[in-house]
């Protein structure tokens, strides 16, 4: 779950100042090598707060890496059926978040996917393979081999631990306890969202009054945003992920960009627009390039908006869902629901987030719904344009 996002504010740093009217601007990598926590901080403990907030999430990282082999979650996925594994507070949090979520969406959040993004070859492993000109030297997986896996997460979910894992707490200490042979768990989906949620949870600590955190383009604010002495709400840019009418950031500006009211408030986006790669068309010219994506259909077992018709893959370029906003107090749930709401389609989506109550916007290739989000939520004159290349519908 990603935005490209740059954060309209006028930081300010430097030795000696109390931070109480200016930012404080620091950043550190904290999960494996590239995912960064970037914040905007106001107090005067900011130093030492982000220093906390740098320390738990790499404490985090520790116990749910997929990159790193000595991590406990890699260690679980490692373990044989029937045995348990040490992991720590965070991951034991992360695996009750993620059954709350899996029964919320009624499925489309799972966790359980790490074999079928292997497979499809967009798991962590496979950066190298991700956006335009890189080189595919791989066939798409085995129709059956899919739908293997895919039986297999249905087959877990038929218990009372729908990723076959039991997670057990023992008085300080946490484990996970692995039911069945061919169980993985990969906390992606949800990881970036509860970390920031974390960031918050200190900057409360340390006394703060006003903080952006931006995990990898997860953000979450707190309080309200200040500058030349005023207050107002946080404006937030969200990238079109068919900006000129191109797949990725990278091809242009075109931005919605929204008003975060004050308090504690989170957006994040999930899309279809970064972690990709485009497989080939086919040798005969019978069918264009096919986009494969990192977001998983647990339900089918293949990315976003690809099917299968009895021959060979296809993608529904007309109804697949290409984005999805969620805006709400936790980050975790709208890390959780933008992915999820992508898995369920236009109209399961956006007519789950009305019975939330919860404000976001859904995207095909041709259509926009917002929920919760009217006219007056966003502010920049740049919107209109970017708005006008969809049916846009207001639910």
Not at 66 to 78: I, V
């Amino acid at each position: 779950m990603l935005i490209a996002a740059l954060l309209a504010i006028a930081a300010v740093s430097g030795c000696g100042s109390l931070y109480e009217r200016e930012y404080y601007r620091d950043s550190d990598i904290v999960f494996g090598t590239d995912l960064t926590l970037d914040v905007y901080l106001m107090g005067w403990r900011s130093p030492q707060a982000f220093t906390a907030m740098s320390g738990a999430l790499k404490e985090m990282n520790a116990q749910i890496s997929l990159t790193d082999p000595d991590s406990a979650l890699s260690q679980f996925n490692a373990a044989a059926s029937g045995e348990t594994v040490e992991v720590g507070k965070h991951a034991y949090a992360l695996l009750a978040l993620s059954e709350r979520f899996y029964n919320e969406t009624n499925g489309a959040f799972n966790v359980a996917v790490p074999e079928l993004s292997e497979l499809w070859h967009v798991d962590a492993g496979s950066s190298r393979y991700f956006g335009a000109g890189a080189e595919i030297d791989f066939g798409l997986p085995d129709y059956q081999t899919v739908t293997a896996a895919r039986d297999m997460l249905a087959g877990f979910a038929s218990g009372d631990a729908p990723f076959g894992v039991s997670g057990i707490q023992e008085e300080e200490k946490y484990y996970f306890k692995k039911l069945a042979d061919g169980v993985r768990i990969d906390f992606g989906a949800v990881a970036k969202g509860y970390a920031a949620d974390l960031c918050v949870q200190i900057a409360s600590e340390y006394g703060l009054t006003s903080a952006v955190i931006d995990i990898a383009g997860n953000i979450k604010v707190y309080g309200r945003y200040y500058q030349n002495g005023a207050e107002t709400d946080f404006p937030i840019p969200v990238t079109d992920p068919r900006s000129h009418g191109q797949r990725g950031f990278l091809f242009g500006e075109d931005l919605f960009i929204l008003n975060l009211a004050g308090g504690d408030q989170s957006l994040v986006v999930s899309g279809d627009y970064q972690r990709y790669y485009d497989y080939p068309a086919d040798a005969d010219g019978s069918q264009g390039e096919i986009p494969v994506c990192h977001i998983i259909d647990p339900r089918t077992g293949m990315p976003l908006g690809i099917g299968y018709d009895g021959t060979r893959y296809v993608y529904g370029a007309d109804t697949a869902v290409i984005s999805a906003v969620i805006c709400t107090q936790s980050a975790a749930t709208a890390d959780a629901y933008a992915t999820a709401v992508c898995v369920m389609g236009y109209e399961a989506g956006k007519d789950f987030l009305k019975s939330k109550g919860v404000a976001g916007a859904v995207l095909t290739g041709t259509k926009l719904a917002l929920a919760g989000i009217t006219e007056s939520d966003f502010f920049d004159s740049g919107t209109a344009v970017t708005m006008s290349r969809y049916i846009t519908e207001y639910v």
